[in-house]
């Protein structure tokens, strides 16, 4: 008799659905050099996708809760023996997902509407030197992300050696984070990216039994009974370990003066554009990336303990190169313990190295532009028809070219249409300023003739009648351990500045931009398990461990 070879599989819950992006995503891939900005993955065909890897891994993340390195759920997810023996494969197998403008499938089962990598946007950023206040050198970079809205096909199954109920379990957990959102894919999950949310229709669940007759004629028949409901599968315990121990902060706010985030790029007529995110196919908005909301909070984080140590910044010197100026910023990121355990360390000279804390979400206006509009505002509606014609032919080929376009605008096409484009048409403007935005004209004055310095003349497009939903930020508290209290004191002390007004948002703070007023600040999780407002968690009891524990940690020396 010949030996039965593979695993054994009693059972087989599958799942089979759609994710849908609720902020920009980015699953990086292979890039064509080191001047592009970091590219999204594709598979063979040129299609943007979410490789099953990186799908199962932050799966797995999830499942592991408090204790990601418990081996409680090795038998589920498979393990790899550090000293010798044999390991096993994950029993949980995840297909690589196409990322799609809409949730359809074809006539095959597969999808239908594949994303084209022209609706991919940009997202800029730069690291500020905290002591000349400028960019630091050889800390500007962007990436490529999907926008929000738009679909990852979900395909999922959970094989089971004996009894699985247990599995199913599982899966109806994991389908459940999925539709809280308690799931992120990608990169950059700490600046807001890669935030998802599973449909709850179209989902298909069935339950196959390989270990009966009834049940293999139940499969070839696809029987209904093998169909199962997501409150089915999640009637039983699934056996998990504790869940993460997260604060979430929420912060109410309104503008006092124009804010914004530079555009990659301006108009044809107008220089300095708000950088914007896609609502759908036919709307955008105006946007704060989570990066630069981290990055203002860091700085001020980083402003706020050095300020009680009477510590400055490392510094690298006027006559000093490039790499040493780098080098010096990256000193100035990670001398203090506070700030990198809320923020994170990314030196790989580190032994502290690893991600922070604290997570800070993509902010969006409440104002809908209508994609017609900004095209008018930005010249792609003067795109050439023959440039239109050879994007199409090529399709994915042309990716590479296109994303360099978004980051430096074809130059004679710009002066072909600045000679009959100098204002905005008189209906454009209109439109603009019902949305609370106008053009501003700047220039600099020359300090001998006192008149205007030769080509020094600009243009911004202001937000200056913009509301903005509320800010949202995240603390993992099991992450951080036992530095818990030292950067909760340190958050608080952020917090009760962001709402005395003292942080402005965005870009041109030196210039009258970015002034804030905070209306609300609410604390939910950890130390407060009921919503609380900043005041009141200020002045509450729970505050007198966290007090302590500042002072204590700001009685320690710290390294340069």
Known sequence: MTARVGRHVTSRVRARGWLRTESPLHVGGLGGGPSEPLPIAVDGLGRLYVPGTTLAGVLRHWSLGADPDTGVLDELWGFVPRQGGEGQASRVVVADALITAAPRLDDRGLPADPLDPAILEFRPSVGIDRVTGTAAPEFLYGRAVVPAGYHIRLEMDIESRQDGSADEARMGALLAALGAGEVRIGAATGRGLGAVRLLDDPLDLVVDRFDSPAGLVALLRNDPARRRTAAALRSADPRLPARRDLLDVRVTWTPKAPVMVRAGTGGLVIDTLPLTTRVDRQHLTLVLPGGSVKGMLRSHAELVERTARRADAPTAGTAA?????????????????????????????????????????????????????????????????DQDRREHRHGHEDRDQRADQVRRPDQSHREAHDERRTTLPDSVRDRLEDLGMARADHVALDRWTGGAADGRLF???????????????????????????????????????LAGGRLPLGASTNRGFGDIEVTQITLTGGPWPDPIALPDALDGPEISAIARAWTGYLAQEVSS
């Open 459 to 497: 243009s911004v497009l202001e937000p200056y009648d913009v509301d903005w939903e509320p800010i949202r930020l995240s603390v993992d508290l099991t992450r951080l351990g036992a530095e818990r209290d030292i950067a909760l004191a340190l958050l608080l002390l952020m917090l009760r500045d």
């Open 321 to 385: 190169s490039a790499g040493e100026h780098s080098a010096a910023f990256r000193s100035q990121l990670d001398q203090l313990p506070a700030v990198r355990a809320l923020f994170g360390s990314a030196r790989d000279d580190s032994a502290d190295r690893g991600a922070g804390a604290l997570r800070a979400e993509e902010c969006t206006a409440l104002v809908t532009i209508p994609g017609t509009l900004w095209k008018s505002v930005t010249g792609d509606d003067d795109r050439r028809p």
